[in-house]
């Protein structure tokens, strides 16, 4: 599974980064990135004494639990080019004191750079601190993004039971964290890495293959003649009704799935999402990843549901962020290119007879959708925080994806 789906993830993402003015940016060195041409690179390692690394745990398989807490150690994972660039971190000097250098774990970067597939027997994936920036955002991993995510994880994997049939995720398992040099009254800045088991959950007996979203447009890193992988399994099917009934309505459905029984607001673009295939090619499932979701505190709420397990990172309390995560990052980032795909070959297609459905779907199961969602679409500002985090900004624009 891994190799064929490694390969997608670090080459078949050619042009598929222009979502947004920041989307080819990479503070990554080169060798680092995902379209460098070795096959991996190691990722630095060292044993600490557990107690002095905060652990979370959201119902790890043994294989991963052994291997990175091991006996009263823990691993922990730090990217070489932090150790290069930011030896002087203090949570990085205090944890280096303490520990044993390990033999590095060879890994191949993943599209988003920072979540790194191991290669190992047992598919799993590091998502590691990577304080570079990268697209918007510098890719930190701090201690209550880690937790939040375990927490996601393990609340979404109780759920299942209710899912819908073609729902699949990929549970975010073990978090590792270094511990507050100085306590503050700020958000704290101890960092880590998490473990994704890249299982897709409910886990299943056949063979299955993995798809990155960005790979059914993204070109061939190598061959740029190559067609794109959407026309391949799209086949001789008609391509509206292809792609509306095969990816994007189950899209919609699991995202209000994820956000009416949970409030969790996932963020489906092509690289959050994955098509699960069968060994004949047939998609079986959409497989979510990235467990780091805003949390809807008002859906929260109006269920009944307990928060008393979520911290306080990402809850929201108004609805821009749905917007920018339903309208934004899997309409227009993603969806909107799927229909550009169609229509480079079949320029005809109009794209409103891919929307309509979406928007009835949306409708028919989030009826009161404008209890929650703002009227127009909103998007980031280009002005930043202290923290550097952009702010939001109205466009004004009508919604296309929902009514
Ligand atoms: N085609 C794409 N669409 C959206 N994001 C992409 C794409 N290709 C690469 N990315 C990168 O994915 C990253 C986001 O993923 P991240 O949250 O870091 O990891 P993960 O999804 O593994 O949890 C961003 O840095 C973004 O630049
Ligand atoms: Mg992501």
């Known amino acids: 599974m891994l190799e064929s789906l490694i390969y997608l993830e670090r080459y078949r993402n050619e042009g598929t980064r222009t979502y947004s003015p920041h989307a080819q940016h990479n503070e990554a060195e080169e060798r680092y990135q995902p379209g460098a041409t070795d096959v991996a690179f190691g990722l630095r390692v060292f044993a600490v004494p557990r107690e002095e690394v905060l652990v979370f745990l959201a119902n790890p398989p043994s294989e991963l639990k052994n291997t990175y807490l091991p006996g009263d150690e823990a691993l922990f994972c730090v990217h ?14 205090v944890l280096l004191k303490q520990s044993q250098p390990k033999a590095d774990i060879r890994v191949s970067p993943s599209a988003s750079t920072r979540t790194l597939y191991v290669l190992d027997n047992f598919p799993h994936a590091l998502k590691v601190h990577f304080p570079f920036r990268i697209s918007r955002y510098e890719r930190k991993m701090r201690c209550e993004v880690i937790e939040q995510a375990l927490a996601v994880s393990l609340e979404l994997e109780q759920g299942l039971g209710a899912a819908p049939k073609d729902f699949a995720f990929m549970r975010e398992v073990i978090g590792i964290v270094s511990k507050e040099v100085k306590e503050s009254n700020e958000r704290g800045e101890n960092w880590g890495y998490l473990v994704r088991d890249l299982h897709p959950w409910p886990l299943v007996a056949e063979k299955r293959r993995l798809v990155p979203g960005f790979a059914l447009y993204g070109r061939d890193f190598f061959d740029h003649s190559k067609i794109p992988l959407l026309w391949e399994l799209m086949g ?10 095969q990816i994007m309505l189950p899209i919609i459905h699991h995202w209000l799935w994820c956000y009416l029984r949970f409030g969790f607001i996932m963020e489906p673009h092509g690289q959050n999402v994955l098509l699960e295939l069968d060994t004949e090619g047939a998609i079986t499932r959409v497989v979510h990843r990235d467990l780091s979701v805003g949390i809807d505190m008002r859906r929260r709420r109006d269920l009944g549901l307990d928060s008393s397990h979520l911290n306080t990172y990402n809850r929201m309390e108004d609805g821009i962020f749905l917007s920018i995560a339903y309208d934004k990052f899997m309409g227009n980032h993603f969806f909107e290119r799927l229909i550009a795909c169609c229509q480079e070959r079949q320029p005809q297609l109009a794209a409103e007879d891919f929307r309509i459905p979406c928007r009835t779907l949306f409708a028919e199961q989030f009826a009161d959708y404008s209890r929650y969602f703002p009227e127009s679409v909103q998007y980031f500002s280009e002005k930043r925080d202290h923290h550097n985090k952009p702010f939001f900004l109205d466009t004004g624009k009508k919604p296309l994806w929902r009514p």
């Open 80 to 93: 070489p080019q932090v150790l290069a660039h930011k030896a002087n971190d203090p949570h990085l000097a």
């Open 236 to 245: 001789r099917e008609e391509a509206t009704s292809f792609v509306v009934k």
